[in-house]
């Protein structure tokens, strides 16, 4: 690797781990530079700072966007499948990843469960955000408009079935609160299912990953 480009992903990488802006010397200790090197290394395309006060040093957010451009670009499937597997196997139970579209929910990636009796899943397969995990976990997090979206929609399916808006809105709260969603066989009356929010890069949740089984495995 050329010896500049070295350098300066190392000073890069000490800022990156310090909680406050370093005096040039500073850098130049821990990175094992001259001070004039560190300087100049720290000058170059825009990637560092320098407090005009204290004249220390710190990332600029020049290193931010990079990162950022590099996040909007990956795969949620590609990202998800590592989680996808472990879940299954720390389970045994299908495991799904779901996105959301409106008042639905779209599951586009999914891994069967190890027993025979298993729940019914389909990738590109849909069903109705407020009665299954994965789409709950996702409408706890979203604004008036998509809540009230998903509280006229609601149709019985079960007699668990949430068919009250006002009971719908509770459970989303309650799924906030707890940090995860539940299903009891609000959708299909023996699959019961738990499901976590997935958020992006600026926070927002408009996915989900979680679990289905039959409701004698996956009890109270």
């Known amino acids: 690797m050329d010896k500049t480009i070295a350098k300066g992903l190392r000073v890069l990488e000490t800022l990156a781990h310090q909680e406050t802006p370093m005096a040039v010397s500073e850098v130049a200790t821990v990175c094992d530079l001259t001070r004039s090197n560190a300087h100049r290394t720290l000058a170059i395309l825009g990637y560092v700072e320098q407090k005009p006060i204290s004249c220390r040093y710190k990332l600029a957010l020049k290193i931010w966007s990079l ?39 779209l599951y586009i990636d999914k891994l069967e469960a190890k027993h025979a009796v298993r729940t019914f899943t389909r990738v590109g397969g849909r069903a109705p955000a407020f009665c299954v995990a994965t789409g709950k976990a996702m409408l706890a997090f979203q604004n008036e408009v998509v809540v009230e979206q998903a509280c006229n929609a609601i149709v ?17 709260y309650f799924t906030r609160v707890r940090g995860y969603a539940i299903n009891r066989g609000e959708w299909r009356g023996e699959a019961y299912g738990l499901a976590v929010p997935i958020r992006d890069v600026e926070g ?16 109270r």
Do not use: W, Y
């Open 67 to 105: 990162g950022a451009s590099l996040i909007a670009r990956l795969d949620i499937k590609e990202v998800a499948t590592i989680f996808l597997c472990e879940l299954n196997e720390v389970t045994g139970e299908t495991t799904h990843l779901s996105v959301r579209d409106g008042h639905e929910i």
């Open 156 to 172: 019985t399916f079960t007699p668990q079935t949430t068919s009250d808006p006002i009971m719908l809105r509770e459970e989303l």
């Open 204 to 219: 927002k949740v408009n996915a989900a990953i979680g679990i289905s089984a039959p409701c004698d495995r996956l009890t």
